[in-house]
């Protein structure tokens, strides 16, 4: 196993930033959680036209805090054998490429949910962090697999 490192990536500098050789630790991405809590921002306009939406808004507010929160805590990171999360120094989950039997990342234009499945298990993961380096390394890491095509 590796360990992570503790660095932060100065404004401008890449996106994926490498935690030990051969191995590239993700920046973290807040768009899926902002726009989470905007979407509940904007339900609170319709309150007259349904009182269900003040909850629907406030549910949304509370998950897209929850979804800022695991951005600025978790961190994935791509060695050469295996998928590892991280919160902070602790290593939370691995998950080995050769168990992996397919994947996804959902809406391209508009990356919100990366899918896998492994030999046991189906996993839904939101996009918290950098969309296009995940990608990069999901292909790099798993060139094996072709992704889950669209349904």
Same mark, same amino acid.
């Given at each position: 196993?590796?360990?992570?490192?503790?660095?932060?990536?100065? +404004?401008?500098?890449?996106?994926?930033?490498?935690?030990?050789?051969?191995?590239?630790?993700?920046?973290? /991405?807040?768009?899926?959680?902002?726009?989470?809590?905007? @979407?509940?921002?904007?339900?609170?306009?319709?309150?007259? /036209?349904?009182?269900?939406?003040?909850?629907?808004?406030?549910?949304?507010?509370?998950?897209?805090?929850?979804?800022?929160?695991?951005?600025?805590?978790?961190?994935?990171?791509?060695?050469?054998?295996?998928? @590892?999360?991280?919160?902070?120094?602790?290593?939370?989950?691995?998950?080995?490429?050769?168990?992996?039997? /397919?994947?996804?990342?959902?809406?391209?234009?508009? +990356?919100?949910?990366?899918?896998?499945?492994?030999?046991?298990?189906?996993?839904?993961? +939101?996009?918290?962090?950098?969309?296009?380096?995940?990608?990069?390394?999901?292909?790099?890491?798993?060139?094996? @697999?072709?992704?889950? +095509?669209?349904?």
């Amino acid at each position: 196993m590796t360990s992570p490192t503790n660095s932060t990536n100065p +404004p401008g500098s890449s996106s994926a930033e490498p935690s030990s050789p051969g191995s590239v630790k993700l920046a973290p /991405s807040f768009a899926v959680p902002l726009g989470v809590s905007l @979407l509940g921002a904007l339900c609170l306009p319709l309150q007259p /036209s349904w009182g269900g939406f003040r909850w629907l808004a406030l549910v949304l507010v509370l998950f897209g805090g929850f979804l800022l929160l695991q951005a600025r805590l978790l961190r994935l990171e791509f060695n050469d054998d295996a998928l @590892l999360v991280w919160r902070g120094d602790t290593e939370i989950r691995c998950f080995p490429y050769a168990t992996w039997l /397919s994947w996804r990342v959902f809406w391209p234009g508009l +990356p919100v949910l990366l899918y896998f499945r492994e030999e046991r298990s189906i996993h839904l993961l +939101p996009v918290l962090f950098d969309p296009t380096a995940l990608r990069e390394q999901l292909e790099r890491h798993l060139a094996h @697999l072709a992704p889950t +095509p669209a349904p």
